[in-house]
C-alpha cells in the first residue's frame, strides 16, 4: 500500500510541475501590461510614466526572462509566498487565506446536501427501478441537471427572501450578527449547490448500484439466504462506491472555483469573486496563485481519489 501510494505522489508532483509551467506560460503570454494597474494614464504621460513603469517592472522582477520569472515565482511559491497583489498591494496569500475559509463554508455545506441527497436518491432509484418511485426520482434529476444555477439562485432569491422573508438573500452575515445570522446566510446558496450537484450523484449512484446489483456475487449471497439489506449494503454499495469517488474528486475543485455564478448572485466574497476580479484587474500574481490553488486542490482530490479507490478495491493496488 505504502509503494502505491508513494507511486501515486511523485506523478502527482510531475503532474504540478506541468501545470505550473503551462499556466505560467499562458498568464504572461496574455495580451497587455500589468502594470497599466499601477499608475493612472492621466497622471503623468512621457518620460517621467516611461521611466516609473520600468522602476516598477525592474522592482518586480518582471524584466528578467520568464525562465527566470518562472523559477523565482515557483520557490517563492514552495516557501507560500506568493507575491503580492498589484491592485491592493496584500501579499496574495493572505488574501485567498480570507477568501478560502468564506468559500470553505460554502463548498462543504453545498457538498454534504449533495452527498446526502444524490446518493440517498440514487440508491432508492436503484432499489424500486422501474417503479413510480424511480421514475419520479429520474425525472426530478433531469429537471435539476436542466435548470442553470443562475436560474435557480434568482428563484430562490424571489421566492424565499423576497415574497416570504425568510432568508436574506445577499452577503455572509449582517453587521454585528452571531453565529445564526451567519447560517441564515449560508442556508440559500448552499441548498442551491447542493442540489444542483444532488442530481449527478444521483444518477451516477443509480446506474452504479444497478450495474451491481445484477452481479454474480450478488446473486450468490442471495441464494444464501442473506437478508437484502445485508447484500445491498455489505456487498452492492461497497462495491459501487468507485464511480462515485472518481464524481467527488472531481466535483470538489469545480465547487471552489466554479461557483462563481451563486457568489456573484449571493455577494458572497468566495474564491469564485476574488478569481473574477482578478482577472479584470489582470492581477498577474492574485492569478498565478487562484489558478496554483485549483491546480493543487485537482491533483490532491486526484490523489487521494487513488488511495481510497485501493481501500475500496484492493485488487486495484496490483
Known sequence: MLRFI????????????????????????????????????????????EAALAAAREQLGLDKPLPVQ??????????????????????????????????????????????LLGIAAGLLAALKRNTAVDYVLSAASLVALSIPVFFLSLVGMYVFGVKLGWLPTAGMNEPGGGALSGLRHLVLPAVILGFSGAAAYMRWGRASVLDVLDRDYMVTARSKGLSTSRVVWRHGVHNALIPLITVVSMQIPTLFSGAVIVEQIFAW????????????????PAIMGFVMFVAVLVVLCNLVADVLYAIVDPRIRL
Do not use: H, K
Not at 466574497?269 to 498577474?284: C, E, L, Q
Open 6 to 49: 508513494l507511486g501515486r505522489l511523485l506523478v502527482s508532483i510531475a503532474v504540478f510541475l506541468g501545470i505550473s509551467v503551462l499556466l505560467f506560460a499562458l498568464v504572461r503570454s496574455a495580451p497587455g501590461d500589468p502594470l497599466d494597474m499601477y499608475f493612472d494614464p492621466m497622471s503623468f504621460q512621457g518620460p517621467d510614466r
Open 70 to 115: 518562472y523559477f523565482t515565482w515557483l520557490g517563492e511559491a514552495m516557501r507560500g509566498n506568493l507575491g503580492r497583489s498589484l491592485v491592493s498591494g496584500r501579499p496574495v496569500s493572505s488574501v485567498m487565506t480570507e477568501r478560502l475559509q468564506n468559500s470553505s463554508s460554502l463548498m462543504l455545506a453545498a457538498l454534504l446536501i449533495s452527498l
Open 269 to 284: 466574497p468566495g474564491m469564485g469573486r476574488f478569481a473574477v476580479d482578478s482577472i479584470t484587474a489582470r492581477d498577474y
